[in-house]
Nanobody, 120 residues
Framework: QVQLVESGGGLVQPGGSLRLSCAASGFTFSDYTMSWYRQAPGKERELVAG????????NYADSVKGRFTVSRDNAKNTVYLQMNNLKPEDTAVYYC?????????????WGHGAQVTVSS
């Protein structure tokens, strides 16, 4: 079955950097787009970044463009989120995601999440 395991979260000062990793298993990793979402306290989960199976195309939320970079290593079945120039408003739980479209329905798969806290 699909398993996604995030790592790399933590506490960082404003302006600092973190890199999140998501190790995937249970499916042919290179066939699927992978995404990162985040959810801050009291807010809805939002899409942060996505990357296609080959890594040839990426997309970002406007709030993180120029600061975050999504990448993947298909040989390691791992997707990354490099976060630079972090701001307090980036504080959230970050989730790795993949989805499937079957018989007219989307199915979403999530990791357990990684806490990122940006504070001085």
């Amino acid at each position: 079955q699909v398993q996604l395991v995030e790592s790399g979260g933590g506490l960082v000062q404003p302006g600092g950097s973190l890199r999140l990793s998501c190790a995937a298993s249970g499916f042919t990793f290179s066939d699927y787009t992978m995404s990162w979402y985040r959810q801050a306290p009291g807010k809805e989960r939002e899409l942060v970044a996505g990357i296609t199976g080959t890594g040839g195309s990426t997309n970002y939320a406007d709030s993180v463009k120029g600061r975050f970079t999504v990448s993947r290593d298909n040989a390691k079945n791992t997707v990354y989120l490099q976060m630079n120039n972090l701001k307090p408003e980036d504080t959230a739980v970050y989730y790795c995601n993949t989805k499937r479209y079957l018989s007219g329905t989307f199915y979403y798969f999530w990791g357990h999440g990684a806490q990122v806290t940006v504070s001085s």
